[in-house]
């Protein structure tokens, strides 16, 4: 960890507005989060885990408020602009995986090297690299459907790693999965978090998962409640 | 843009690869797309076949003559007389034995046609002496020529094909006599080989038509004889005879046909609104089941654009594997075949359906339409797919 800010939320608000009625899910969320932390979000059902998680990666916007990531404000991007910044910044790990059906897990690991100039053999190094990272070499060739839950999440962090991003977004990443296999996953973050300096930011209702983070936070009525590093939050 | 290229180019794959997911409508729109263009090419195959029929029939340097005013043979009536009088017009072509000219006549007979047991009619055409040579691409295959005088007649390949009791040597009853095949001639597939042909002196006697004609055939002996023919005409009042190209008579009695290639048009049109129905739905329904793939694609950085291409590859290849499958089955279930029709002249003209290469591009064109079509609304759904998909589950 560093003293660096990653991530610099100001005065953030988020209204969902469906026909007349508005939601207002953050008025005024203040949050920063330093490179290099595995921060863990808990939360009831619908306290807006999900969208803060969505806006952190640049796929939701807010309604109003900056969010500076390394200093620079990523709200007002245009949407190739945004493409682009997530495509170097961010690599997204699902509660469902997400893995494309019809591909192979080294096919599905290459698809953010695709938005990159490489070539074939330097997209086939690093998708190798990646996936023996999560320890599935000897499953390249296997479509997900033939690979387990634990496997399929395997493939996706290998793809969400494989361009080295600084920031993993984890929603619900064990949700899926038993409590064994969950804890190789979140062994795995936590390997990634500590030998890879990857910020990563985990949604979970698992207090387990929780404690595998080194800044846990709990979300509620639109706010934040620290509940045991107080380094990350300001 | 090299990015670009491998974004849209994989999303192409993932989404060929889907394909197979979704057998059923895939199937169903590649079905439509192939009965719609098999619709088509059947009737151009059957309007080209037809001209193309009519078409080989006329020669530039043969002029037909009819009395005037009657735009068919089956309308014409000439005098003895007539013919007489036009053989010394100018513009004829000579030979050993004068004018190069044939005085015709036909009478309809009865044929039972092989594919239906059916009578049909078919023209038994008198011709004079020099009628044989003048018809283009004409040749006797079989048997000989009949001899002046006698009932006997020659007839054409078309007609043995298609018709039962012609072969060499049957005989037969029109009108109060029996005739005799004598010959069997082949016509390269133009309209003269849908006919019976005998001594036109033997039709006048045993059909009591006197010395009259219904149309005369004659060679021209240059490019300005059909003018010089014409003046002729012009300066005897006797004479009152209209004065055509055989290859302009035969391409008029050929209009009809075209008017069926339009319908078939308009018919393939008509259904391939229905398919595009069916190719819209379908690619609907596969944007709908890949949302999550591709909003998840979208997060990872992927361009709408690469979600648009992959569907509208994804309809044009469904549309164009439909539509090469509806040129086979047309290929197959129609190129070549015989049939016969009423010609211009209420008789029968045999005449092969021909599945050209250019009948091909149409139904190609029509398929990559359809594909096109309907699957530009779906891509654009596609590309506008919310990314918020990815992260609802
Ligand atoms: N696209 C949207 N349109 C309208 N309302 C939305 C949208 N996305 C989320 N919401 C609403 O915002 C609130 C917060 O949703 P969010 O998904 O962030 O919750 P969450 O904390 O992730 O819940 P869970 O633990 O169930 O995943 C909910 O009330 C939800 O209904
Ligand atoms: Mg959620």
């Given at each position: 960890m560093s003293n660096e800010l990653l991530f610099d939320l100001k005065n953030i608000e988020k209204r969902f507005v469906r026909g007349r009625e508005s939601i207002s899910i953050f008025d005024g969320l203040n949050i920063t989060i330093k490179k290099g932390t595995f921060v863990s979000i808990m939360g009831p059902s619908g306290s807006g885990k999900t969208t803060l998680l969505n806006m952190l990666g640049g796929v939701d916007r807010p309604t109003s408020g900056e969010i500076l990531f390394e200093g620079q404000a990523i709200q007002n991007l245009g949407e190739g602009e945004l493409a682009k910044w997530r495509a170097r910044h961010v690599g997204f790990i699902f509660q469902f995986y997400n893995l494309m059906p019809m591909l192979n897990a080294e096919k599905n690991v290459e698809l953010p090297l695709l938005l990159k100039n490489l070539s074939k053999a330097q997209r086939n190094k690093s998708v190798e690299t990646a996936l023996k990272l999560v320890g599935l070499s000897d499953r390249a060739r296997h479509l997900p459907k033939e690979l387990s839950g634990g496997q399929q999440q395997r493939v996706a962090i290998a793809r969400a790693i494989v361009s080295d991003p600084d920031l993993l977004l984890c929603d619900e990443p064990t949700g899926d999965l038993d409590r064994t296999t969950a804890t190789e996953i979140l062994e795995t973050l936590q390997l990634l978090n500590k030998e890879f300096g990857k910020t990563i930011v985990m949604v979970t209702h698992d207090p387990v998962a929780a404690s595998f983070a080194n800044v846990s936070l709990h979300l509620d009525k639109g706010q934040f409640i620290e509940q045991q590093s107080s380094e990350a939050v300001a | 843009m090299g990015s670009l290229f491998a974004q849209i180019s994989a999303v192409v794959k993932m989404n060929l690869l889907s394909l197979p997911k979704r057998v059923g409508s895939s199937l169903t729109t590649l079905l439509a797309v192939a009965i719609v263009v098999t619709v088509l090419l059947a009737f151009m195959a059957m309007g080209q076949g037809f001209q193309k029929t009519m078409a080989g029939s006329g020669s530039e340097d043969v002029a037909i003559m009819l009395r005037g005013g009657s735009a068919a043979e089956l309308n014409s009536g000439l005098g003895g007389d007539v013919y007489t009088n036009v053989s010394s017009s100018p513009g004829i072509a000579k030979d050993e034995n004068g004018p190069i000219i044939s005085g015709e006549l036909y009478v309809v007979v009865d044929g039972v046609k092989k594919s239906s047991q059916t009578e049909a009619n078919l023209p038994l055409r008198g011709i004079g002496p020099a009628g044989f040579s003048l018809r283009k691409n004409i040749s006797l295959i079989d048997g000989r020529m009949f001899e002046e005088g006698k009932t006997e007649i020659i007839v054409g390949t078309s007609i043995l094909s298609q018709f039962?009791?012609?072969?060499?040597g049957s005989k037969m009853k029109f009108g109060a006599t029996e005739w005799t095949v004598v010959g069997v001639f082949d016509a390269g597939g133009s309209v003269f080989g849908s006919e019976l042909l005998t001594d036109v002196r033997t039709l006048q006697a045993q059909f009591n038509r006197g010395n009259s004609y219904q149309s005369i055939r004659v060679r021209l002996d240059g490019p300005e004889a059909i003018q010089k023919i014409r003046d002729f005409i012009e300066s005897d009042p006797r004479l009152n005879l209209d004065v055509m190209t055989e290859q302009a008579y035969y391409s008029d009695q050929s209009r009809d046909m075209g008017r069926l290639v339009y319908m078939g048009w308009g018919l393939a049109i008509f259904m391939a609104l229905g398919a595009l129905a069916g190719a819209l739905n379908t690619m609907y329904t596969s944007v709908e089941a890949k949302a999550v793939e591709i909003a998840t694609l979208r997060a990872i950085g992927f361009k709408g654009i690469s979600a648009f291409f992959g569907t509208l590859v994804e309809s044009l290849v469904l549309a164009i594997i439909g539509g090469v499958l509806g040129t086979l089955i047309a290929f197959l279930l129609f190129d070549g075949i015989s049939t016969s029709t009423m010609g211009g002249s209420f008789t029968q003209v045999v005449f092969d359906f021909n599945v050209s290469a250019d009948a091909f591009k149409s139904g190609i064109i029509l398929a990559v339409i359809i594909g096109l079509v309907g699957g530009f609304f779906p891509a654009w759904r596609a590309s506008r797919m919310p990314l918020l998909k990815a992260f609802s589950s």
């Open positions: - | 039962s009791g012609f072969e060499l």
